[in-house]
């Protein structure tokens, strides 16, 4: 059950866009981070092949110039 | 105590959130980090706070560290250090947690039948003098060598020096700064005979570009990257990422550019050659202030044993360096660096213009290189022919990896061709060593023996039978470990490891020796920006741990050398540093008195008339200038920097079609060099617990390599099995691969090549050939 964290960089001017669509996605919790230019996501899927979804899901979104992942973590099944 | 899977998971998912908002505060100095510094701090607590410099890189942050009971229980960063201003990353708020780790070296072990024993550390001490004055004895005073460290306090590395110079008469001591910082000293040296850089952190506050030359800030050197974000953000300064991969510094500068590894060195002459050719030469700078010269070409790898390199200076003219540069012009060169020819434009754009202040950046990246000199005089050439030098937000700027890497291991001299001042080649030098060790100079030898790579390559040999170690571990750090683990695991050499925990490197030795971690002693350190720190001893180590300083002591005093080492066991940091002083007396590289130190977060030397030198070598900051000009290059006899003339030349491996993809390594910003320390601070460690590989995702959808999935990475020296990782931490260039190598687990130098900087001797570990299956 991976939970992931990531900073997200937009592209210039396209923060709100970034943070609605990310904040769409179920899988994802959207945060602001002190350094206003990027945020941080943190993902929560309960399976590798889920996170690969959602990891592809997140790749789509137009307003994303970076995901880059901070930490990953793998906590046991229920 | 009982965890529900809920909370356990509720507890992992708060802390993903706080690494990712710590590294996203690292990179930006902000409310939010100094809140969580506080928060960290428990409740009702009465702390006593003591100051100091970090343990880990080589930017020097001040931290002050809170104790309670003898225990050191909270770090935050001092708000009196003009280098963090109270900022620390996430391994310098984290880093007294690896000092209670369970497996913590508390005694000293002796390897008997096969086995370690727990042994007082007086015998253990007697064990290693004896051993090492029977192979004296027996092979001569050069079968012995120590191996000491950037880490080491500059009281460690002084009492090393003269034990072993001094004392014994041997130039075997070498240092693992050989393998980060060779070739930035060399690079000095040959442009402008003196040592570390001219300017300071304060240059960060007055620069319009910062070009950062194969460095990864962001994560190498993060205090000092959100004070240019900062600088960014609040006056418009302009950050340019020129790289070989796609890092966390790339995304957060203004421009990213990439290019091919190892054509930083015909880009960097590119720029020289539009800097002449737009008539952007700083003329009366260079005709007052420059020499030209050129170096001896095909200068070699030195990948076979006892290679031997001495370059031949030979002085030039403008014209003949302008037309040497021909061969460089950006179209040219474009073609094979993968930099287009407007970014190259670009770039010299930025050097050239009078009116922008530009400080150049660089660490590992161009330092560890086969032609590492030759890039860091490129660096200056450009700076140089500017007169973009030596001014607040005007200079090149080489970082350190270590926390005295300058401090220790370049000012102290633990090198096997250094002295506390100068070099063992210098008659003038061995005299001033040996009136201060009170030795007869004859016993100085005057020709240097092994630098690190060939210290390693003599102990597979057998030519060293002795060799003992310092906070340092060289079967992680060394490139080809698969050939020196052989080697240090043959029973010709007695092998005596001092550390504070164990290692790869701990586990061949016949003594292991318990040392004391930082704070449990009092020391100095020396950062990247000369910068001179002390702190006093905080807590109480565990068991029979010792300093470093005092063991090399008791060892020499057991071997007979006892009236060269006076000090007392309370005061003996105070004392050795008294002593080194006398070394660097006068303006040129003054060292600040002790009281001062203990008092102040530190002292930049040279300190002169009670006063910290920020500019080196601009008569309006800086003493030492007698020329009566505005710029003095002191280091060289005429008052002149050189202008080296330095070809591209090809790394030695390559891509081809049995290992078609280049290997590059490095670090994370949560594992300090090889995680011996780290990586037993659970925060760091489970937010990266272990390496990976990462693939450009063009490589890995052609290979079929999927996240997660087990790679096998193949050199002609060995290999390495790692998780894949695709568009995450970072991106390397297509055709190129990316390991860091802190983990123990997956030791990535197994793979890496011995390959060096003739000049410098520092090994290249970002370029040689690999190839690639899934597992």
């Known amino acids: 059950m991976p939970i992931k964290s990531y900073l997200a960089h937009p592209h210039d001017g396209q923060k709100a866009e970034l943070v609605k669509a990310l904040s769409d996605i179920e899988a994802c919790e959207v945060m602001p981070a002190t350094n206003e230019n990027i945020l941080v996501v943190v993902t929560d899927t309960l399976d590798d092949a889920s996170e690969e979804i959602l990891k592809e899901q997140i790749d789509k979104i137009q307003s994303l110039k970076l995901l880059a992942l901070v930490s990953g973590f793998n906590s046991p099944q229920n | ?775």
Not at chain 2, 113 to 135: F, H, R, S
Not at chain 2, 667 to 686: A, C, D, F, Q, Y
Request: charged share 25%; with cysteine.
């Open chain 2, 1 to 775: 105590m009982y965890n529900s899977l809920s909370t356990r998971r509720s507890f992992i998912k708060k802390m993903a959130k706080l690494s990712a908002m710590t590294a996203a505060a690292s990179m930006f100095p902000g409310i939010l980090f100094a809140s969580e510094q506080e928060q960290g701090i428990p409740n009702g607590a009465d702390l006593e706070w003591k100051k100091g410099p970090c343990r880990f890189c080589g930017v020097g942050c001040g931290i002050l560290v809170g104790t309670e009971n003898g225990k050191a229980v909270a770090v935050k960063g001092d708000p009196n250090s003009a280098v963090n201003k109270g900022l620390l990353c996430v391994k310098g708020y984290h880093q007294t947690m690896c000092i209670q780790s369970k497996d913590r070296l508390t005694h000293a072990l002796v390897k008997k039948n096969g086995k370690y024993v727990q042994t007082p550390i007086q015998e253990a001490l007697d064990i290693v003098a004896n051993k090492m004055k029977e192979t004296i004895d027996a092979h001569g005073k050069d079968s012995v060598a120590m191996y000491t460290s950037g880490q080491s306090t500059i009281p460690e590395g002084y009492v090393a020096s003269k034990f072993m110079k001094g004392a014994i008469g041997t130039n075997n001591l070498d240092c693992n700064a050989r393998l980060c910082m060779a070739s930035a000293v060399t690079g000095f040296l040959t442009t402008f005979g003196a040592d570390e850089p001219m300017g300071c952190y304060e240059d960060i506050d007055h620069a319009d570009y910062f070009i950062t030359w194969g460095n990864n800030m962001a994560e190498m050197h993060p205090v000092l990257f959100s004070r240019m974000l900062e600088q960014k953000s609040k006056r418009g300064a302009k950050i340019i990422d020129f790289a070989t991969r796609t890092s966390r510094s790339s995304t957060a500068s203004d421009r990213s550019i990439l290019f091919e590894p190892q054509t930083d060195l015909a880009v960097a002459n590119a720029i020289c050659y539009e800097i002449i050719n737009n008539g952007w030469v700083n003329n009366s700078f260079v005709e007052k202030h420059c020499n030209f010269s050129k170096g001896l070409t095909n200068i070699g790898y030195g990948v076979e044993d006892k290679f031997k390199f001495a370059d031949k200076p030979e002085k030039i003219d403008f014209s003949a360096y302008k037309a040497f540069l021909k061969e460089y012009s950006p179209e040219k060169v474009a073609k094979y660096s993968g930099v287009s020819v407007k970014d190259i434009k670009y770039l010299a754009s930025i050097y050239g213009d009078p009116n922008k202040k530009v400080v150049s950046y660089w660490c590992m990246g161009m330092n560890q290189h086969t032609r590492g000199t030759w890039m860091n005089n490129l660096v200056y050439n450009i700076h140089l022919l500017t007169g973009k030098i030596s001014q607040p937000g005007n200079g090149p700027f080489s970082l350190t990896g270590q926390p005295s890497a300058c401090g220790t291991a370049r000012e102290v001299g633990t090198f096997t061709h250094k002295l506390p001042k100068g070099v063992v080649t210098n008659p003038k030098n061995r005299e001033l060593a040996a009136k201060i060790w009170k030795v007869p100079v004859e016993r100085i030898p005057s020709k240097p023996t092994y630098h690190a790579t060939e210290m390693f390559r003599a102990v597979d040999r057998g030519d060293i039978k002795f060799i003992w170690t310092q906070v340092t571990n060289p079967l992680v750090s060394l490139p080809k470990t698969s050939r020196y683990r052989p080697g240090m695991e043959k029973k010709s050499c007695f092998v005596v490891v001092s550390d504070v925990f164990p290692t790869p490197t701990s586990d061949v030795a016949d003594v292991i020796l318990p040392a004391s971690w930082h704070i449990e002693k009092s020391g100095l350190y020396g950062n990247s920006e000369r910068r001179t720190q002390h702190w006093d001893k905080m807590v109480e180590g565990p068991g029979e741990t010792t300093p470093d300083a005092w063991m090399t002591i008791q060892v020499a005093k057991r071997m007979g050398y006892g009236d060269l080492f006076p000090y007392s066991e309370e005061n003996h940091v105070e004392e050795i540093y008294n002593e080194y002083r006398q070394f660097h007396e006068g303006a040129k590289h003054g060292m600040a008195p002790l009281e001062v130190l203990k008092k102040e977060s530190g002292a930049i030397w040279p300190y002169v008339n009670g006063k910290s030198t920020q500019w080196r070598f601009n008569a309006k900051y800086d003493p030492a200038c007698s020329n009566g000009e505005a710029f003095d290059f002191y280091g060289k006899p005429d008052g002149r920097a050189v202008i080296w003339q330095r070809p591209y030349e090809p790394p030695a491996e390559s891509p081809d079609s049995e290992y078609p993809y280049w290997l590059n390594t490095g670090r994370v910003i949560e594992h300090w060099h090889t995680g011996s320390m780290t990586r037993r601070i659970p925060v760091l460690h489970k937010a990266m617990p272990s390496a990976y590989i990462e693939f450009h995702p063009d490589d890995a959808k052609a290979l079929a390599i999927r996240n997660g999935e087990q790679i096998k990475v193949t050199s002609r020296r060995g290999s390495c099995v790692l998780p894949a990782s695709i568009n995450e931490r970072g991106l390397p260039t297509k055709g190129q691969v990316f390991v860091p190598f802190f983990d123990e687990n997956m030791l990535i130098n197994d793979v890496t090549l011995d390959a060096f900087c003739p000049i410098s001797k520092e090994p290249d570990y970002k370029k040689c050939a690999v190839k690639i299956e899934k597992v």
